[in-house]
């Protein structure tokens, strides 16, 4: 018998207007996250259309293939597979009423032949029974759930509407049996068919209760999306489609020519203490936030007993957003400073986050407050601020001076005019006696090769620890400075030999008016060794390799180091490795701390250790100190190295 709406049901028509209450409700929701979202500092009100060059298409893609399709949720493969079950199921279901609707107010046929057999009975029957299985996996997954979903709180709600949902869609089924079993088959129903068989043929009363029951907690599920966790489905869209394209945190800079305003009502806020002083971006982060832990989970901080959750403090501040305190500016003392300080700016939560939340920079700003506000600052890393102001390098108490790596060398100083490339050897190059080597072994690699470079007369910082400390004004100066200096020479091209380094060039220059060609020391050699220019050996020594937090996640470079241990050993990959690699524990300014818990770098130093592998290496000098003194636990034999000293090693 062909199917025909509102079988069984008098006065069925007034579902619809059930619908239309529904939808109002719906709508007012939506309207109160916006008016909430609207509150923040306003940075993005282009529309899509007048995005220019690239940035529309990756606007389009981040929305579709991060967005609406959820690609980082396949991460984790079952859970993964699972919201794809329920996300394409209902998305279908939806579609299919709205087919039905159209029938009944438009008489759109789509209740007759293949269409009607192949998508409004077999397609919708499978969307529903995928969708279930979906919907029982997270039901069983919040009823027995990991630690990263009650650490270190779990968010009220979601079994709530999964179980909702699931009873929406076993009534679905049911009320399909009935009919069938009343009607006769329906060839390609295939769960229908099958519930038929278990269900009396004149159970017309209790057809006509399932009916309004199904319908009403159908309207209800969908009033109460905006008021419930489920407004991820707009959300988490919206919110990847807004992300900045570029890969890692990218902080910004602050216009300090904003502060010598005359007519300003009022001060700016040097960083962030309450939810007023955020960007709409930012509420849109917290309202988007699906307190699922992931962030929580690969967290080096929080895995290792320090203070700091980045669920926490997102999930601190959706719930600020959500009940009021909006100029509260008690949220830094809530979440702690200890708290604060502990993040090494890894950026493995925006990693693994599928909402696409920028974690590290929520957490910045409020350490930017703490500093530049109120003076807040840890012992160790107010040390190393005060050697920057004094000294323009973090290294206080250091035994070496700024020639020493390079005594005994023959090394050229950066010529206006003559010199091609300009070496920037950094602070940690300059000043660690371990990381000296690097630039001992750059400097071999590129006479070799004939390279045209030179350093600078007077060696400083970038400002990239300054910066990650929450000193955006110390930054500046030191970035001001170089600037100048680098036009003052005719500087255009930079070799780096650290990734912070070739960070804040690439990044965070530009907008203070430092444009530059730059390349990592690890780019480079592999280009030397393609172009034939240098020819290093090859071993069987097997080598695993740590990526850079700043190399890899923040910049992705992730080949080329690869490729350069490939030939001069083997590589051997750690379990945590490219985008998913664990910090050192240094970034942030945490190589000036006091660690409470286990320590980061000996975590990641016995992963690369149980490898078996000879050496490790890698190509950061901060990871390279970290590395050498996380080891020192485990073995008193030498294991971590740069790529360039493996490199240089091997030339003969």
Known sequence: ?????????????????????AVAIFVYGIQMHWKRIQKGKVRLRTPVKDLPGKIGPVFVH??????????????????????????WGMLVLFVGTSLVVLNVWGGV???KGGFNQWVMSFGLDLAGLLALIGVLFFLVRRLMPPERLMAPKARAGFVLQISLLAIVLV???LLEGLR?????????????????????????DAHQVLWWGHGLLCMAFIAAIPFSPMMHILLVPTNAALADPMPGSKMGVIDFATFDDEEAEEMPTLGCASLADFTRKRLLDYSACLWCGRCHEVCPAASTGKPLSPKGVMLTLAERLTNGGFEDDGLID????????????CTACMEACPACINQPKTILKFRQNLVMEQSRVPELMGKALSSLEQRAHPFFGTGSGPKEWCKDLDVPVFASGETEYLLWTGCSVTYEERAQKIARAMVRILDKAGVSYGILEESRCTGDPAKQMGNEFLFSELAQTNIEEFDALGVKKIITLCPHCYNSFSRHYPPLGGNYTLIPHVVFIEQLIAQKKITPGWSSTTIAYHDPCYLGRRNHIFDEPRELISRVGRLVEMPNHGADSFCCGGGGGNYWAEEVGERINQRRSKEALDTGADKIATACPFCLLMIT????KFTEDPKAFDIAELVAEQLG
């Open 1 to 21: 018998m062909a199917r025909i709406p509102y079988w069984n049901i008098d006065y069925g028509i007034l579902i619809d207007a059930f619908a239309l209450v």
């Open 62 to 87: 981040s929305l579709v293939f991060k967005g609406i399709l959820g690609a980082k949720i396949y991460k984790k493969i079952f859970t993964g597979i699972a919201h794809g079950f329920v996300f």
């Open 109 to 111: 046929p789509v209740f």
């Open 171 to 173: 009534s679905g089924f």
């Open 180 to 204: 069938i079993a009343a009607n006769g088959p329906d060839t390609y129903a295939f769960v229908g068919n099958a519930l038929a068989g278990w269900l009396p043929a004149d159970a017309l």
């Open 334 to 345: 809530e979440i702690t400073a200890d708290a604060i300080f502990a993040c090494t700016t």
């Open 629 to 632: 003194d996380g080891t020192k």
